[in-house]
């Protein structure tokens, strides 16, 4: 996909089918990245990923495929990648200490102890125990296993914990064997490097193969003759503020098949009609009336394998509730096919198709090559995912033509498909307890036939793993990119600086492809302590509870029909010289297209004006769906939930963080669900009367020139209309907080850890910032990931340093206290200098990946909004992160 876009993105994706729930396809993936011909070191992946600018590296497995994927902005970098990528997937060594250390192997509790008891370790087996351990990943795998269970989705591609120590290094090879051949791949390149160098590259690894016809097709499912039902258990929810509603249940439909372009894009729209906001029919008879706290995670239209589906789930149910939710969801669709949906709504999620067109944000190549990936996956026309305007076009021709049709498609493919499957779950005394005895009761089967023979065999592996991840390696075989090929010269952005009613203004004037960009700060330091826990629910409800005359429904459809929504958030930041020298402030940011601006500020000013603040029962559902949906994101975002805790210990910022989208926050809400709506309302009236007016408000606008005078117009009249006098946004200087030792535990429901140790250092400015950063860079490479994930089997962990701290952390842990000991053994590994002036070097590439990452044009200009970081102060640190040695 040819593209004057300097981002350029590669990917090679194979079809991957596998045949039990051992996890092949997904330890092979990890395994491939472990040394290739070429780069016969240890883990050339992650090697690269320090000596290299790339703005995404990784590897992933899906249903039925698996995809490793990057993107660069250096040209030379892009070849460096692509030639390890390659030789990764199709001449890996594929050792059998990678299968060991990746998959999954006994080993004795204490290695050190050879008469400690041998248990199961490995990477991906803690990862999925760590996955599988989320009750509602586990409902979405269980859903999809029995949707389909003719073929691969019967099975686990990830891998089922239980049954990962099934695969042996033979069938892991012979899987690769199979399907990491060309004939069974996809390949995708985008940017602005020319075709013919792609070609030239491949070329070099492709013509050694012939082409062959492998059978790794999905088969059509075979169609159900009537509905089917199924039930399973989980784990209780120690945080479930309520233990009577931890039931989950789901209806299912299976769809068209994916290659089928006009029947997905009508799906996906009725998908969206059906569940999102508050005007969708669902969230009216299910979400509205208070029978569950919010959807689950499987709702929604699906069209990541072969067969789409459509699935409705709740969450947070009473197990007496199923067969009443299952008989709601019938008569919703009921009453969709004989009322069907407003013009205005259908309106709106057209336009957000086009506005998502033209809007771009992050990796733009790396999106579009993502969500290819499934399609073309069983596509032999790939390009026809692309023409998104012709379908669109069909789309609105057709219901110009019939303006019954989406009824007849719910009535299709809901009312009259007998493919379908109602799943519910309900938790299980003792469970978690079960689960480990299933493990015990797998190691011990594992070890009970052993030979003394054999146990020394496994020692020895064990002690040759141990010490070849000890061994320093030399790495010179794989490509790099030196500091030196990295200009210190710094471009900025050109702003200009403008006063609308005395509101200070910046406008970057860039091509932002028809879209207009509207950010506000506002000053909440004034908001008093005893508040401060309700502003992320405040920000977070402004744009949900409707405004002036539009009752909240009305509201969010207006928002949809002419802007990409409306969102506000906490914004905390300190000072770039002064740690205590605090912002703390409301972010407000919507964009449009340009031809809907005044629609835009007429729905910021409706909201400023009159916010509607009496409907409770309102405020209560946002809060049981906001409570519903933080929890189920612990289980992926555990590490950075601890990391907050621990840098609230020794740093401001990072202390008022924990307060807005910490622990403390998910606590809090927790709280909060189970409470009146009154309190929560009156909490509110009190926020807007402090927060509502331009009172040390600043705003931000990006556009392109010829929309720019009517930007500037839009955003003077509305800021003209609110009350208040503007004063400059300015810090506020923190006097109370102190630097504590603290030492904190949350218990969660999960048989693996997320931990962190946090402390402080210096602001942005201080000289020592920069080599700080690059410390953490070399520090994770060299020291914790080798200690953490190849040896201690977690998935993750590292350190990053930055606002003040340093912070280490881990992620999907076996172990918890044992890791805070390698945090304190990696200081006395730094301090003693165990690391070259390569691994300097390669820790600056880590950084520069982040600070010369591209930025989209329509957030250009705003770190020095945001943070004040002006970009003399960024090309300082700049210069300072280049000239580490």
Known sequence: MACADE??????????????????????EHTTLCGSKTFPVRDPFMKMLN???????????????????????????????????????FNPLLREQDFLQEGWRLENDELEDKTSPLIIKGVVFNEMKGAYSDSQQLFGQKLLNSMLPGHTYSYSSGGFPLNIPELSWEELKSFHASHYHPSNSRIFTYGDIPLETHLSTLDSYLDKFQYLNLNTAVPKETRWLSPRSEKMTCASDSMSPDPSKQSSVAVSYLLSDITELKESFTMQV???????GPSAPFYKSLIQTGIGAGFSPVTGYDNHIKETTFTVGLQNISSTDVNMIVEKIENTFDQVIKEGFSQDRIDAVLHSYELGLKHRSGNFGLNLIMNMTAYCNHSTEPLEYLRVNKILEWFKAKLKEDNTYLQKKVKQYFKDNT???????????????????????????????????????????????????????????????????????????????LSLAGVPTQLAIQPTNQV??????????????????????????????????????????????????????????????????????????????????????????????????????RVSTLVKMAATSTSNGIAHSGHRYAMSCAAAAVNPVSALTEIYSGMQHVNHLSKLSTQDGNILMEKFRLLSELLLNKNCMKVALNTVPETQDQLVRGAENFVSALSGTCSPLTCFKEEQFQVEERKLHHVVPFPINFTSQSLPTVHYTHPDSAPLRVLAAVMSSKYLHPEIREKGGAYGGGATAGSGTFTFYSYRDPKNLETFSVYRKAGEWAAEGNFSDQDVEEGQLRIFQRLDEPVQPGYRGLRVFLSGVEDSIFKEHRIREHGIS
């Open 51 to 89: 000596r290299s600018l790339s703005t995404f590296m990784n590897a992933m497995t899906g249903p039925d495929y698996t995809l490793y994927p990057f993107s660069t902005c250096n040209h030379q970098d892009y070849l460096n990648l692509m030639n390890v990528y390659l030789d990764s997937v």
């Open 516 to 617: 207009s960009y509207f950010r506000a700060l506002i000053n909440t330091s004034h908001v008093p302590l005893e508040l401060k826990p309700y502003l992320p629910l405040f920000s977070s409800f402004l744009s949900k509870l409707g405004a002036k005359d539009l009752n909240y429904e009305d509201l969010d459809t207006r928002i949809e029909l002419s802007t990409g929504g409306l969102g506000a958030s906490c914004h905390v930041t300190e000072s770039p010289d002064d740690l205590f020298s605090i912002t703390d402030s409301l972010l407000l940011s919507s964009h449009c297209l340009d031809r809907n601006i005044e629609k835009m500020f007429e729905l910021w000013s409706n909201i400023f004006e009159q916010i509607h603040l009496k409907d409770t029962n």
């Open 270 to 276: 009725l998908g969206e009609l059906l569940t999102e």
């Open 419 to 497: 493919h379908k499957l109602v799943l519910s779950m309900d938790p299980e005394a003792g469970f978690v307890e079960q689960e480990q005895r299933k493990f015990e009761d797998l190691e011990h089967k594992l070890r009970a036939n052993l030979t003394q023979e054999e146990k020394d065999e496994i020692r020895r592996k064990n002690l040759e793993l141990l010490e070849s991840q000890d061994m320093k390696e030399d790495a010179s075989c794989l490509p790099t990119l030196r500091v030196g090929d990295i200009s210190e010269e710094y471009t900025g952005t050109s702003l200009t600086h």
């Open 7 to 28: 981002n350029n993105a590669f990917s090679i994706n194979f079809r991957t089918t596998p045949m039990n729930s051992t996890g092949v396809a997904h330890i092979l």
